[in-house]
């Protein structure tokens, strides 16, 4: 079984900053990927931010140069620093994983956090 555990969400004004983690847990053998996704009210999950293989970042092009996504693999965690926030930032925040777990002779599979939410006010 694994988990996915997403931690520092919460409210800030615009201009502001927030760092989420999400760590990974459970019968876990390679994490070929982990990134972070939102669903603000009324719209699409959409992809904000993911780290392929440790080494290949995609950003959207809304948070790029204001969005850092980390990843430390001895910890199975990965982060993302947000720096000036904005209003339009405002939705909740799911952490995804690509992982190998049980044996490596089957694929990779999508696992999800339970969402963090993470408000900005103007």
């Known amino acids: 079984q694994v988990q996915l555990v997403e931690s520092g969400g919460g409210l800030v004004q615009s201009g502001g900053s927030l760092r989420l983690s999400c760590a990974a847990s459970g019968s876990i053998l390679s994490i070929n990927a982990m990134g972070w996704y939102r669903q603000a009210p009324g719209k699409e999950r959409e992809l904000v931010a993911r780290?392929?293989?440790?080494?290949?970042?995609n950003y959207a092009d809304s948070v790029k140069g204001r969005f850092t996504i980390s990843r430390d693999n001895a910890k199975n965690t990965v982060y993302l620093q947000m720096n000036s926030l904005k209003p339009e930032d405002t939705a909740v925040y799911y952490c995804?994983?690509?992982?190998?777990?049980?044996?490596?002779?089957?694929?990779?599979?999508?696992?999800w956090g339970q969402g963090t939410q993470v408000t900005v006010s103007s």
């Open positions: 780290l392929i293989s440790g080494r290949s970042t």
């Open positions: 995804n994983a690509a992982i190998v777990s049980g044996s490596y002779l089957r694929p990779s599979r999508d696992y």
